[in-house]
């Protein structure tokens, strides 16, 4: 049972153009969100948050929406930079869990010239 | 800080052998986390413990599989024995659990391979 869902596996956007990048969750009780990027051979960074009290959160290049009556959030990259090229991975959890994320099966983001 | 190590960076190893990946999380983290990663399930969380302690093994496929933390500074995840199916990358990470923003720093990953 999968409670957080990427349906898109992979994503091409151009140098400059702006890269959304899409997650949806099934679980109510989740009230805290982050994205993790990836590059190959390496684990996971973190990117970006957002608490269920608000519906955006913005960090430099980077936005993530929440719309918590979809549950649905995105993560808006502008503008797209080739070293942008990784896998994302949207992951939730319900504060106060000791930190317990699940996470979505990631998709790859490829940023091309 | 060096972040999460993890040991060893590659495993492979034949089926029915005894396999042990090493982890030895941020100083100062209270929580850790043991994660495999494969094509058709992404990251899937297996265990996890909060001041030494295992909160959450639900995610262990089966009885093969075992994980301690013997101290606040080192954890092992053992399969015993190893099948082919088990082969994927094989993350740990680290959190201080207790602020809001319970930030996981992940390791670089075991790439294990069962043949």
């Known amino acids: 049972d999968q409670q957080v869902k990427q349906n898109s596996p992979s994503l091409s956007v151009q140098e400059g153009r702006i890269s959304i990048l899409n997650c949806d969750y099934t679980?109510?009780?989740?009230?805290?969100f982050l994205w993790y990027k990836k590059y190959p051979a390496e684990g996971p960074t973190f990117l970006i948050s957002?608490?269920?009290?608000?519906d955006k959160n913005e960090d430099g290049r980077f936005t993530v929406f929440l719309n918590k009556s979809a549950k649905h959030l995105s993560l808006h990259i502008v503008p797209s930079q080739p070293g942008d090229s990784a896998v994302y991975f949207c992951?939730?959890?319900?504060?106060?869990?000791?930190?317990?994320?699940?996470f979505g099966t990631g998709t790859r983001l490829q940023v091309t010239l | 800080d060096a972040g999460v190590i993890q040991s060893p960076r590659h495993e492979v190893t034949e089926m029915g052998q005894e396999v042990t990946l090493r982890c030895k999380p941020i100083?100062?983290?209270?929580?850790l986390f043991w994660y495999r990663q494969t094509m058709m399930r992404g990251l899937e969380l297996l265990i996890y413990?909060?001041?030494?302690?295992?909160?959450?093994d639900s995610g262990m496929p089966e009885d093969r599989f075992s994980a301690k933390m013997p101290n606040a500074s080192f954890s092992t995840l053992k399969i015993q024995p190893s099948e082919p199916r088990d082969s994927a990358v094989y993350f740990c990470?680290?959190?201080?659990?207790?602020?809001?923003?319970?930030?996981?720093?992940f390791g670089p990953g075991t790439r294990l391979l069962v043949l």
């Open positions: 413990f909060n001041n030494n302690v295992p909160i959450d």
């Open positions: 100083s100062g983290h209270n929580s």
């Open positions: 679980n109510s009780m989740f009230d805290y």
């Open positions: 957002i608490s269920s009290i608000k």
């Open positions: 990470a680290s959190s201080f659990s207790g602020s809001h923003q319970e930030t996981q720093y």
């Open positions: 992951a939730a959890t319900i504060t106060g869990t000791a930190s317990k994320l699940t």
